[in-house]
């Protein structure tokens, strides 16, 4: 089960890493706890082995063993422990104690069965003066291993509780520091869902950490990003409120005026008015159309594999009415297809922006020219005319929506250059602005080439 919170989380990964550690510490203790209890016991063997043996002696020349009661008593701990003994010469005559007791070696301690019980036994040899072939004499003691367990059991419980109030105080303490190092998390959500924050201002959290501080940060970036999108929204609410209602006005007028007419020439002439100030209004609501399809988020990105030659040729058979009326020279250069990937809908409307803006500023009589071509893995596309041109103070502006250059008389929305700009960035390309030999304006659009 996957845990949601970061308190628990950071919690889990400070106390079971502990929870083991401490598991391989108590498997340790146990092994030392049970070494203990084996050199406590094997002491107390030996002691017990050689108090039996310095009560060997040779009486009236008669060898005889006494058992003194120390050497029975140091293994009287509570846990009602049986001792066994046995003592005998070097020929192997039995002197006292119990004849079948099983014999540890001449080193160290052994475990055994004797009479259905779990021994812990220890041999010893020495020598008894005038003891002659007798000598030496071997005493074995061997004693139940029920204080040895519990002694086992009580070392190994000690460690069990101290590693257990380690972990207790541990994750204590990891709690208490969580919740001071979360203290400004918590501020920071506080801050973001107060009821007192109207506007997207930037999130102060006194006392933030260095490794929360990116995260404010961010937050503060991203609540930037969206104020100054809400303002551009604003800005393009109004002004296209704005150019929508000199259009309607001047509509509104012109059909008054036809209804007030009676003479057929006049009330034609106030028609064919409204007519064109209907088509306008159609072209401005259309760039309003593209330009909001053409702002990153607003649709569903399009990869369509598109030859920029193909668009620009059905463009121009478009616009050549317009142009043959104009008596402009509308051209096209082209060597090829010059394939590109992006939304098709869209670099055919910027193809459309660009020269109906070149039209819309060339005098009757002028030029305008597309020329396509490919290089260094880029599509070229320049659309030259022989307009007026725009200032080179001004040709960072242009690229502003409603933005007109002062003291134009063209009539023009300023939708245009904004719109070809955000279709030519959301294709990854560049469009710059330059001057051509006669004096017009060169607009030359760079994008990413088709692979083959």
Do not use: C
Not at 229 to 236: C, D, V, Y
Not at 371 to 382: H, I, W, Y
Not at 394 to 421: K, M, N, P, T
């Amino acid at each position: 089960m996957r845990i949601s919170s970061l308190r628990l989380q950071l919690l889990a990964w400070v106390v079971l890493p502990l929870a083991a550690l401490v598991t391989v510490n108590l498997w340790t203790s146990q092994r030392n706890a049970v070494a203990t209890s084996d050199l406590v016991t094997d002491r107390m063997l030996v002691g017990s082995a050689r108090a039996i043996a310095e009560q060997v002696a040779v009486t009236d020349g008669v060898l005889s063993a006494t058992i003194p009661p120390a050497a029975i008593e140091m293994f009287d701990t509570g846990d009602r422990d049986s001792v066994y003994y046995h003592v005998e010469t070097a020929g192997g005559r039995l002197l006292t104690g119990y004849p079948d007791l099983p014999q540890a070696p001449q080193r160290g301690s052994i475990e055994g069965s004797y009479r259905d019980h779990r021994l812990r036994l220890l041999t010893l040899s020495q020598a008894v003066i005038g003891a002659g072939a007798d000598s030496p004499i071997k005493v074995t003691v061997g004693v139940t291993l029920a204080g040895h367990d519990a002694m086992v059991k009580r070392l190994w419980f000690s460690a069990f509780a101290q590693q257990l109030a380690l972990v207790a105080i541990a994750g204590v303490f990891v709690l208490l520091g969580l919740r001071r190092g979360l203290a400004p998390l918590i501020r920071l959500r506080d801050a973001v869902r107060s009821p007192d924050r109207s506007e997207l201002d930037p999130v102060d959290v006194p006392g933030a950490q260095s490794e929360i501080r990116p995260l404010i940060d961010a937050l503060n970036a991203y609540m930037a990003r969206v104020r100054a999108q809400m303002a551009a929204q604003r800005r393009f609410i109004a002004n296209a409120a704005h150019q929508l209602r000199t259009p309607l006005a001047l509509m509104s007028t012109q059909a008054s005026y036809a209804l007030r007419e009676s003479a057929a020439d006049q009330r034609q002439e106030a028609l064919v008015a409204l007519q064109s100030s209907s088509g306008k209004l159609a072209r401005l609501a259309e760039q309003l159309l593209t330009l909001s399809r053409a702002e990153p988020g607003s649709r569903r990105p399009r990869a369509d594999r598109i030859d920029l030659t193909e668009a620009a040729r059905q463009v121009l058979e478009g616009h050549a009415p317009r142009a043959i009326e104009r008596g402009i020279d509308l051209g096209l250069e082209e060597a090829g297809p010059v394939p590109v990937i992006g939304d098709g809908t869209m670099l055919r409307e910027m193809i459309v922006n660009l020269v109906d803006n070149a039209l819309r500023y060339s005098k009757s009589g002028g030029s305008v020219t597309v020329k396509l071509a490919a290089s260094d893995g880029e599509a070229e596309l320049t659309v030259t005319d022989s307009g007026p041109g725009i200032p080179a103070e001004e040709r960072e502006h242009v690229f502003e929506r409603f933005y007109r250059i002062a003291g134009s008389s063209e009539e023009g929305s300023g939708l245009g250059l904004a719109i070809v700009r955000e279709v030519v960035e959301n294709a990854g390309g560049s469009v710059t602005l330059g001057d051509t030999a006669g004096g017009g304006l060169k607009v030359e659009v760079r994008l990413p080439l088709a692979d083959s």
